[in-house]
Every structure is written in structure tokens, then in C-alpha cells.
């Protein structure tokens, strides 16, 4: 499961393949440490195909984030090495180099797109708000996958609750100066928990066990609130009142 490395007893279906987490931190602690080492030459010529450049990042990334949520031993290399994988590569430039590969049309794959913009509001490059207007415009082109609106609700989640953003500058100032109304972090934290849990329930019945798992887990990690089966009848519950 990526970088997640979940305590054994929490995958509990034969069908979900995992590869060694050991494995899989060695692979990355390489990867990035080699795109860290990269020089202005070098990534001029990784530039001449910028979507591919573009998807290398946006993976690393997402791998990067998976580590922060899950790893609970320290690795202070592997921090330093992140903060400067994301000093060099995930700033307003990327956006800005997807927002122009957009517009030229060549990146085409709609579900990249949503996660693409997930990402921007994770960083806190993009209000989740703008993010879902365009999500729901490229929605016109294809079919979105439930697994990739699940991403865009996680990253609101943590724009809105965890980061306590409104606002893109919000996202520079200290915590203390960020919005504390109780009532609006409360409205904010239910609305998008239960929009979650929703879209789990729809992985879980037209996904991959995999995908299931790995969205599942997120989920408990960021909002704290374990995932229960029984959700479903609550949520038909409130529906009814």
C-alpha cells in the first residue's frame, strides 16, 4: 500500500496485494534523493516532456504524503530530503506548468486532472472551492472515478480543518492568525467526514480492494474517526429525520 505501511490486522482481505514496505521506502528514499540531485541542464531535458516531468512529481509526492501520515519512527534524512524535493519541485511553477499543459490540451487523462487539482489544494495552492468548479467542469469529458473525488475530499478536508484555511494567503499565516470560528471548523468538519464517508462506501462496492483499503486508511489517519460499516445506516438515518 505505498508508503502507508497499515499494522497488519487492518488488511484482512486475501485479494489486496502489498509489496514490502521496506521495500517500497528504499525505492523512494532513491528516487527522490536522485531527482533532488538533478541539475539545471539536466532538467531542462526532463523538461522537454513536460507532462511526463509533471507526473514524475506529482507521484513522488503523493508518496511523500503517504510517509507523513503514516511513518511512525523518525527519519530525519528523509524529511530534509522531502522539504527539498518540495522546495524545488512543488511551487506555484508546477501549477503553472499544468495549468499551460491544460490549455495546449495535452494532458488528456481527466482523472489526473482531478488528482492533479487535489493536489494543488493539499498544498494549498488552490482554494478547495475554485478546485471544484474545475472538477466539475472536466466532469462533462469523462466519467470520474470515485476513488479520485475521494482525493480532492480528503485534501478539502485538510485545506478547511486541519490547515484551518479559507483563503490561499490563509495558508502563509501562523495557525493563530488562521479562521477559528468553532461553528464554521465544525460545519466544514461534518460536511466533508460525511461526503468521505459516502465515497467510501461506493469504492468499496465498485473498486479494487486496494483502492478501498488505501482510501479507508487515509480517511481514519487524517480525520481521526475509524471507518465503520454501520456509517451507511446512520447516514440513511439523517437522510430520513
Known amino acids: 500500500l505505498g508508503l502507508m505501511n497499515p499494522p497488519k490486522d487492518s488488511i ?37 516532456n513536460s507532462v511526463n516531468m509533471l507526473k514524475i512529481i506529482y507521484q513522488y509526492d503523493i508518496l511523500a504524503r503517504e510517509w507523513e501520515l503514516f511513518n511512525t519512527q523518525s527519519n530525519a534524512p528523509l524529511s530534509v530530503s522531502i522539504a527539498k524535493f518540495r522546495k524545488k519541485f512543488v511551487t506555484l511553477s508546477l501549477q503553472k506548468s499544468f495549468n499551460a499543459l491544460l490549455e495546449s490540451d495535452k494532458i488528456k487523462n481527466v482523472g489526473f486532472v482531478v488528482k492533479f487539482y487535489a493536489s494543488l489544494v493539499w498544498h494549498g495552492f488552490l482554494r478547495p472551492r475554485d478546485a471544484l468548479q474545475q472538477i466539475i467542469k472536466y466532469s462533462a469529458y469523462d ?48 460536511y466533508h467526514r460525511k461526503n ?9 462496492k465498485g473498486e479494487s480492494t486496494y483502492k478501498f483499503y488505501k482510501a479507508k486508511l487515509e480517511f481514519e489517519q487524517l480525520t481521526q474517526t475509524q471507518f465503520k460499516m454501520d456509517h451507511f445506516s446512520e447516514m440513511i438515518y439523517e437522510k430520513n429525520k
Do not use: W
Not at 486475501?14 to 527522490?32: M, R
Not at 475521494?150 to 493563530?176: G, M, P, Q, V
Not at 468521505?196 to 468499496?204: G, H, N, S
Open 12 to 48: 484482512i482481505d486475501a485479494d489486496t496485494s502489498i509489496v514490502a514496505y521496506a521495500e517500497n521506502l528504499t525505492f523512494f528514499e532513491k528516487g527522490i534523493t536522485l531527482l533532488n540531485k538533478l541539475e539545471k541542464d539536466e532538467l531542462e531535458y526532463l523538461g522537454k
Open 143 to 190: 466519467k470520474i472515478k470515485t476513488s479520485d473525488l475521494f482525493d480532492y475530499e480528503l485534501s478539502a478536508y485538510r485545506f478547511l480543518i486541519i490547515k484551518r484555511c479559507e483563503t490561499i494567503n490563509d495558508c502563509d499565516k501562523s495557525l493563530a492568525e488562521r479562521h477559528s470560528d468553532p461553528a464554521r471548523i465544525e460545519h466544514y468538519k461534518n
Open 196 to 204: 468521505m464517508i459516502q465515497l467510501l462506501f461506493r469504492i468499496k
